[in-house]
T-cell receptor
Framework: DTGVSQNPRHKITKRGQNVTFRCDPI?????LYWYRQTLGQGPEFLTY????????KSRLLSDRFSAERPKGSFSTLEIQRTEQGDSAMYLC?????????????FGEGSRLTVL | GNSVTQMEGPVTLSEEAFLTINCTYT??????LFWYVQYPGEGLQLLLK?????DKGSNKGFEATYRKETTSFHLEKGSVQVSDSAVYFC???????????FGAGTRLFVKA
């Protein structure tokens, strides 16, 4: 169990550029989540996968955001035409489908700064 | 909809002081309740949980009791340590749900 891995840990980009974040979940976890966290706030749900199927997207996720999870393994979150308001910590979490506790296992996050 | 409200921070305490961080929730059905903790430079991790009314979750000296009548899940610790300095998040997952909803977090500073 190597934990949830996210990269890059930090990304600084200019407004209008595209960025992509990657998440490698714990290997036997088939549910994968993306959250966004801004300063002083708790994590806000963005989207969720069960295996390779994206089952829900938050209204927070504009059409500039896209997430994929090919083959139900790692996931990517892409933000196109970044805006300053996209600056945040992007968190990935995973869990087993039939977890008795519902516990999420989080990565350390990818911090995005849009200049 | 489902939501979690927790007390604003920061909370600053001296070592060995008693800690309470208030958390109330709004949910349909019978949610499971959680406290997650985020230490500086680390990812969120589960601190404790309770899955039904009157359950008490406990870990590392922290406790919280699921109170359905007051829709609360307050976090307590009898004697805090400097190493408890972190941000604490109250959270819920609704019955049959897949999505964890978090509160805004409460930052705790413990002074030696």
């Amino acid at each position: 169990d190597t934990g949830v891995s996210q990269n890059p840990r930090h990304k600084i980009t200019k407004r209008g550029q595209n960025v992509t974040f990657r998440c490698d979940p714990i290997s036997e976890h088939n549910r994968l989540y993306w959250y966004r966290q801004t300063l002083g706030q708790g994590p806000e749900f963005l989207t969720y996968f069960q295996n390779e199927a994206q089952l829900e997207k938050s209204r927070l996720l504009s059409d500039r955001f896209s997430a994929e999870r090919p083959k139900g393994s790692f996931s990517t979150l892409e933000i196109q035409r970044t805006e300053q308001g996209d600056s945040a910590m992007y968190l990935c979490a995973s869990r087993r489908d039939r977890s008795l506790t519902g516990e999420l296992f989080f990565g350390e996050g990818s911090r995005l700064t849009v200049l | 909809g489902n939501s979690v409200t927790q007390m604003e921070g920061p909370v600053t305490l001296s070592e060995e002081a008693f800690l309470t961080i208030n958390c109330t929730y709004t949910a349909t059905g019978y949610p499971s309740l959680f406290w997650y903790v985020q230490y500086p430079g680390e990812g969120l991790q589960l601190l404790l949980k309770a899955t039904k009314a009157d359950d008490k979750g406990s870990n590392k000296g922290f406790e919280a009791t699921y109170r359905k009548e007051t829709t609360s899940f307050h976090l307590e610790k009898g004697s805090v340590q400097v190493s408890d300095s972190a941000v604490y998040f109250c959270a819920l997952v609704n019955t049959g749900g897949f999505k964890t909803i978090f509160g805004a977090g409460t930052r705790l500073f413990v002074k030696a």
